[in-house]
């Protein structure tokens, strides 16, 4: 009998990840990789969450040793990138005023609000056959169906064998997101979590308690569901670890992606207020990350609550999202210096290039490198809709989250779904397949309503 494997949460396919971490946010790891090496324990897996045969029980033991040894590590960044809201608020000198209000009313916003969960489902559906695949194979699959630069769905019809057994599509996506197989919008986490955001708003309102995410997760969210931070909080959580810990103990995924995925809704539901919509994706964010993590769920929600509000500008909403990020983490700087190289290179090739030259240490998921990405594309593009999500997907990391944010945010400065070209939303059916309780077929304008009633809670 095979035995069962269950990734993101054994402590030797952990260690490797906290090894990485550590190093990152200005722990000294080397002694402790020392002892793990000496005793037989692999490096930091690049790409998936767990090795093929589980680890002998002395291994394990010693991993789990290990990474509590390396959390009493001291950092060197912790004054500069604090995940406490207060401490987070004190750094931020240029912290956003709400002006809470939606141009053009109720009616104007119930519009935005669709186009931004259509635009959510295709820049997910977009990036989706192409996640985990190296940046050097996205860009051979687009070439070789003459689709380059990206400006439409990925598709297998007339790609040479020979390149398809190379660079193979993602196995769980391909059936239900290539543009032949196309036929309304597929489950993911990407939309999961929207919905399950609105869940939270239904029951506990705007002023939610991470105790509540956390509940409700419990309540509605299978584990295996969840993914890396998410699914070693839910660990925690079931191991009677309460929140805020959920987010550190043992837990070297803290700095990933997944807060960001999550932080929509906030946005959304706050126009003109993006204050209020940072504190409130930091509530949620604080039940699996830390640090850049939390920024990276925080700037997202302030930028979207910027659009929300009717604006026309991306850059303006970029600022927006950056005003609530402490200016000397990393998140910040990674932001910053993508956006400068957006600005200044007309090929976004060379954009790409350079971030994933400078950003090169980092996994693949590391919510750092794609939060950059995110902003260049948005840059980049100028806002529009099409080229936010093509340059997001075509710049590789996390294809299918860094499509979903980037066309959440375009679908709102572009206001409505009629702004939106056909061929990115024709193929969705005004359909959402989910298992998250109550939305499985729903349609995309029936969520805008539901977004709609949450933001006048």
Not at 107 to 129: D, F, I, Q, S, V
Not at 231 to 240: C, H, K, T
Not at 424 to 441: H, I
């Amino acid at each position: 009998m095979t035995p069962l494997r269950l990734t993101w949460v054994q402590p030797e396919d952990l260690i490797g990840h906290e090894l990485r971490q550590a190093r990152q946010d200005g722990r000294d790891p080397s002694a402790v990789e020392t002892r793990w090496l000496r005793a037989g324990g692999p490096a930091a897996p690049e790409r998936a969450g767990a090795s093929q045969r589980p680890a002998p029980p002395y291994l394990r033991t010693l991993a789990v040793d290990l990474l509590d040894e390396l959390a009493d590590l001291p950092s060197a960044s912790a004054d500069r990138e604090p995940t406490d809201l207060a401490r987070i608020r004190a750094l931020c000198p240029d912290w956003p005023a709400d002006r809470p209000g939606s141009a053009g009313g109720d009616g104007a916003l119930l519009a935005r609000l669709e186009a931004a969960w259509l635009g959510r489902a295709a820049g997910c559906l977009l990036g989706k056959p192409v996640e985990k695949l190296p940046l050097d194979g996205i860009r051979a699959l687009a070439r070789a169906a003459g689709n380059w630069p990206l400006g439409t769905w990925f598709t297998e019809r007339g790609l040479p064998a020979e390149l398809r057994a190379a660079y193979p599509w993602n196995r769980r996506s391909a059936p239900t997101s290539l543009a032949e197989n196309i036929d309304g919008m597929p489950e993911d986490d990407d939309l999961n979590y929207p919905l399950l955001n609105l869940l939270l708003l239904r029951r506990h309102g705007r002023g939610f308690t991470t105790q509540d995410v956390a509940g409700l997760w419990l309540d509605e969210l299978p584990a295996g569901r969840t993914f890396t931070a998410e699914r070693v909080a839910y660990r925690n959580l079931l191991d009677g670890v309460e929140p805020p810990r959920t987010a550190r103990h043992r837990n070297p995924f803290r700095e990933w992606i997944g807060a960001l995925i999550r932080a929509d809704v906030h946005g959304w539901t706050h126009p003109g207020a993006p204050g209020a919509a940072a504190e409130q994706a930091h509530r949620d964010a604080t039940l699996t990350h830390t640090a850049n993590g939390v920024y990276a769920a925080m700037f997202a929600a302030a930028a979207l609550a910027e659009a929300a509000a009717g604006t026309s500008d991306v850059h303006d909403c970029l600022r927006t999202g950056l005003a609530v990020v402490p200016p000397g983490s990393r998140l910040a700087r990674a932001v910053r210096h993508a956006v400068g190289l957006a600005r200044e290179q007309p090929d976004f090739d060379r954009v790409v290039d350079e971030l994933h030259a400078t950003h090169r240490d980092h996994h693949w998921v590391h919510a750092v490198p794609n939060t950059a990405l995110l902003a260049a594309a948005l840059t980049h593009a100028d806002g529009d809709y099409g080229g936010s999500v093509c340059r997001a997907v075509s710049g590789g990391w996390d294809t299918d989250s860094n499509g979903a944010t980037a066309g959440s945010l375009a679908g709102l400065l572009a206001g409505s779904p009629a702004a939106l070209p056909d061929r990115w939303t024709t193929p969705l059916k005004n359909r959402l397949a989910t298992s998250v309780t109550g939305f499985d077929g729903v349609g995309f304008d029936t969520l805008a309503g539901l977004t709609l009633r949450e933001s006048h809670r």
